[in-house]
């Protein structure tokens, strides 16, 4: 029902910064809640950022707490995690994920859609 298209993602060394988009279709956007989770070689997925549809509320791991932000521009449906001050162990694949609903959601179990990863690798 909802698809979503990530971009974005790259080689980048340690310190600099990416910005991950995600582009969202099928149903009204700002009608979604919307997080990122990543998943590093060997682990499961990971917790990193959301926000409420509107967009005014965030909450982020404490892994990527005053480095990360997501943001989200609906007249584009599209969602972004910036990224900076990049760390080797912030080398992952990335996920947007999307759920109707308004509120803040952790848990991977709590999204039904899922963008298809975007491979991010930090060098030191």
């Known amino acids: 029902q909802v698809q979503l298209v990530e971009s974005g993602g790259g080689l980048v060394q340690a310190g600099g910064s990416l910005r991950l988009s995600c582009a969202a279709s099928?149903?009204?956007?700002?009608?979604?809640?919307m997080g990122w989770f990543r998943q590093a070689p060997g682990k499961e997925h990971e917790f990193v950022a959301a926000?409420?549809?509107?967009?005014?509320?965030?909450y982020y791991a404490d892994s990527v707490k005053g480095r990360f932000t997501i943001s989200r521009d609906n007249a584009k449906n599209t969602m972004y995690l910036q990224m900076n001050s990049l760390k080797p162990e912030d080398t992952a694949i990335y996920y947007c994920?999307?759920?109707?609903?308004?509120?803040?959601?952790?848990?991977?179990?709590?999204?039904?859609?899922w963008g298809q990863g975007s491979q991010v690798t930090v060098s030191s």
């Open positions: 994920a999307a759920r109707h609903g308004s509120a803040i959601y952790t848990r991977k179990d709590e999204y039904n859609y």
């Open positions: 099928g149903r009204a956007f700002s009608s979604n809640a």
């Open positions: 926000c409420r549809w509107t967009g005014l509320t965030t």
